[in-house]
């Protein structure tokens, strides 16, 4: 072969693999990046719906705890439904994770709100009120993680 032929089959050979290195090259750029992109949002998604899962778990106790505070309310003329106060209370129970002192002490509060609703002294229904709001407070602190609202204990 000619040194022409030669030249032109290793410019050609030389072309050929550069564009062939440049194409792999791409598509491994590209590819990391997509799978990057991909885990990224899915570790977005996992979060919102931990976040979404929060929220209403906060929701859910806090309407119980409003719901079973104005049954027990000493300003109420009408008994509390014992039924009522327990499913109420349960309710709210069964979302608090009592691993966590704030939650546990708010666990114990509704319950004695619960057992105040019984009693016949308006003083002793006020007190578990009370004790039921501030253990709320501590709660929407935690929840919101806020360290300066009344009644917060760090837990």
Not at 3 to 19: P, W
Not at 70 to 82: E, G, L, R, T, Y
């Amino acid at each position: 072969m000619s040194d022409v032929v030669v030249a032109t089959c290793l410019t050609v050979f030389g072309m050929l693999s550069t564009s062939l290195i440049a194409a792999f090259v791409q598509w491994k750029t590209s590819a990391s990046t997509s799978a990057a992109t991909h885990a990224h949002e899915l570790q977005s998604a996992i979060a919102d719906a931990a976040r979404l899962r929060l929220e209403k778990r906060f929701d859910s106790v806090m309407a119980n705890t409003a719901e079973l505070l104005s049954i027990v309310d000493p300003d109420n003329q009408q008994s509390a439904n014992p039924d009522d106060v327990a499913r109420i209370v349960f309710s709210a129970q069964l979302h608090l994770d009592t691993s966590k002192d704030v939650e546990r002490i708010f666990c114990i509060r509704l319950t004695e709100l619960a057992l105040s609703s019984r009693s016949p002294d308006s003083r002793q229904r006020l007190a578990a009120s009370d004790a039921a709001i501030r253990a709320a407070q501590a709660f929407a602190a935690q929840h919101y993680d806020l360290r300066d609202w009344p009644g917060h204990n760090d837990g």
